[in-house]
């Protein structure tokens, strides 16, 4: 029976003559398997009109008050009966020949430190909670202009720093594998919906390994595009100056993302530094050839890194499937100081937050702020030139060296965390193999190489230790190089079969 048949029989005839009980089971059943296509399936199944856009959005509705009350990975839910409405005119709008784009009617849900117009952009803090966005960021209105139907928001850390995903406004949200764990952040929500599958695709950004961190822990795809290839200017954007975060795509699998980041990115003459180049559609990309790649395996960097046991282990088993199918693994370090290296990401992220004293030097909005980013702010205090002008010195020296790498390897590899999930109750590790960490996010360290030199990161999954937690790959590409990068990881997938283990979901603690 093939799908356009399952759905008709199921919704029509078997219902029909089905007991109450039977019902139920059957419209569960359909429910399951619309939520369990990729995003790209689903989108060729809506355009085809072999499912209607309210079935879809009733499966994942069904899904989302069946398991988000548990994982909390989405918030500022739109109510039902607006998102039905809205599905039902995209069904009209395909009756009548009108196709708006690859997103034609998919449930969407964006990431709260994203505007989209018409919805609450809280960004994870009590002093902005309920504030309704009036226009869309641009990667959004591009996602909208795609056809895609928001439903709300994804959950993110407090203004998206940290890697734990919890503030005071919505509460934590949980691994999709363990909701006891971590979801990672602080595209957190958005990797926890995807791995639940309470969406089909969803939109993050990165800073501090912010869509990579959270992809590894839910293994999922997320894709740090290179600099400058996913703009998201504003009125209050700092054009040359804000070089360290970036929006970006991820996905289920590396089709999905691909086709996400074909949305996102793109010139935008508001964005002066915006990348020119394009990215071409999802057809015109091709796999890899794993024989032919040369792989650098920077590890821990020679141990200066300190990991939680098993990391390496697992991400290094991973990368012997890559050897097995023919390619290169060498171990490389950059010749680089890294000590040095922290501190000009220190420097700089400080730097980044000297904005946010107005928030800081009010009493009562000052109380409402976390510790962590009252100690960002802090540290940008006083900051001088020369202090930046060193930041950025050892920044472009940085660049310099993995560029050096490059030229002996294709891509270059590490772990893409320093930990395994840990327990949700925890905010951020005091040690890592027993080694203090000196600050709130010096357990992520390992993500800032890709940050910093502004390169394109694919995390992609390395598989599971003997407790079920999710841990991923760093793969670093060239500047500018998007699309090898995502043709490798086209090839990894293939090699590989971590993506097919899904969560079994818990309705209850």
Same mark, same amino acid.
């Given at each position: 029976m093939d799908r356009r048949d399952f759905l008709k029989k199921s919704t029509v005839l078997g219902l029909s003559l089905a007991s109450p009980a039977t019902r139920s089971l059957e419209l569960k059943t359909m429910a399951e398997e619309i939520t369990s296509l990729s995003a790209s399936s689903l989108s060729r199944a809506i355009r085809?009109?072999?499912? =209607?856009?309210?079935?879809?959005?009733?499966?994942?509705?069904?899904?989302?008050?069946?398991? !988000?009350?548990?994982? !909390?990975?989405?918030?500022?839910?739109?109510?039902? *009966?607006?998102? $039905?409405?809205?599905?039902?005119?995209?069904?009209?709008?395909?009756?009548?020949?009108?196709?708006?784009?690859?997103?034609? &009617?998919?449930?969407?849900? %964006?990431?709260?430190?994203?505007?989209a117009r018409g919805l609450a952009s809280?960004?994870?803090?009590?002093?902005? =909670?309920?504030?309704?966005?009036?226009?869309?960021?641009?990667?959004?209105?591009?996602?909208r202009a795609q056809g895609a139907i928001f439903i709300g928001k994804t959950n993110s850390p407090e203004f998206g720093l940290g890697s734990q995903t919890y503030n005071a406004v919505f509460g934590t949200t949980r691994n999709a594998y363990n909701?006891?764990?971590?979801?990672?952040?602080?595209?957190?929500?958005? =990797?926890?919906?995807?791995?639940?599958?309470?969406?089909?695709?969803?939109?993050?950004?990165?800073?501090?390994?912010?869509?990579? !961190?959270? *992809? &590894?822990?839910?293994?999922?795809?997320?894709?740090r595009p290179s600099q400058g290839r996913v703009p998201s200017p504003s009125a209050e954007s700092k054009l040359y100056y804000d070089q360290l975060?970036?929006?970006?795509?991820?996905?289920?699998? %590396?089709?999905?993302?691909?086709?996400l980041l074909g949305t996102m990115a793109g010139y935008d003459s508001r964005a002066p530094l915006s990348l020119r180049d394009t990215i071409p559609p999802y057809e015109e990309f091709r796999p890899a050839e794993l024989n032919k790649l040369r792989i650098g395996w920077m590890g821990d960097y020679q141990g200066? $890194?300190?990991?939680?046991?098993?990391? $390496?282990?697992?991400?290094e088993s991973a990368m012997q499937q890559l050897s097995i199918n023919g390619t290169v693994v060498e171990n490389c370090t950059p010749d680089y100081d890294m000590a040095r290296l922290w501190k000009t990401w220190l420097t700089l992220r400080h730097w980044s937050w000297s904005d946010a004293r107005p928030l800081y030097d009010n009493p009562q909005t000052r109380k409402l702020l976390k510790p962590e980013l009252q100690w960002e702010i802090e540290g940008s205090f006083d900051m001088t030139a020369a202090r930046i002008s060193e930041a950025d010195k050892a920044r472009s020296d940085w660049y310099r060296a993995l560029h050096k790498l490059f030229e002996r390897h294709d891509l270059l590899a590490l772990p893409t965390a320093q930990v395994f999930p840990f327990s949700a109750d925890i905010h951020w590790p005091k =040690?890592?193999?027993?080694?203090?960490?000196?600050?709130?996010?010096?357990?992520?360290?390992?993500?800032?190489? &890709?940050? $910093?030199?502004?390169?394109?990161?694919?995390?992609?999954?390395?598989? #599971?230790?003997?407790?079920?937690?999710?841990?991923?790959?760093? #793969?670093?590409?060239?500047?500018?190089?998007?699309?090898?990068?995502?043709?490798?990881?086209? *090839?990894?997938?293939?090699?590989?079969?971590h993506l097919d283990k899904r969560p079994a979901l818990a309705e209850k603690l």
């Open positions: 085809s009109r072999e499912v =209607a856009c309210e079935e879809v959005m009733q499966a994942y509705l069904q899904r989302i008050h069946r398991y !988000n009350p548990v994982y !909390n990975a989405i918030v500022s839910l739109v109510d039902d *009966a607006d998102l $039905l409405s809205q599905a039902r005119l995209a069904d009209k709008a395909l009756q009548k020949g009108e196709y708006w784009g690859w997103m034609h &009617g998919m449930p969407h849900a %964006v990431k709260d430190l994203a505007d809280s960004y994870g803090s009590p002093i902005f =909670a309920g504030t309704v966005a009036t226009q869309d960021s641009l990667p959004i209105a591009r996602i909701p006891a764990l971590i979801a990672g952040g602080s595209s957190g929500g958005a =990797a926890v919906s995807l791995a639940a599958q309470l969406v089909p695709v969803a939109d993050g950004s990165d800073m501090m390994g912010s869509l990579r !961190n959270p *992809a &590894g822990f839910n293994n999922v795809i997320g894709f975060a970036t929006d970006g795509p991820m996905g289920r699998n %590396v089709e999905d993302t691909i086709r200066y $890194l300190p990991m939680e046991a098993g990391v $390496l282990p697992l991400c =040690a890592v193999n027993d080694k203090s960490m000196d600050t709130y996010h010096r357990w992520m360290e390992v993500v800032i190489g &890709g940050t $910093l030199a502004g390169l394109p990161v694919v995390n992609l999954p390395a598989g #599971f230790d003997s407790d079920g937690r999710p841990m991923g790959i760093q #793969f670093i590409g060239p500047m500018g190089q998007d699309r090898k990068v995502l043709e490798f990881a086209m *090839a990894y997938e293939a090699a590989t079969n």
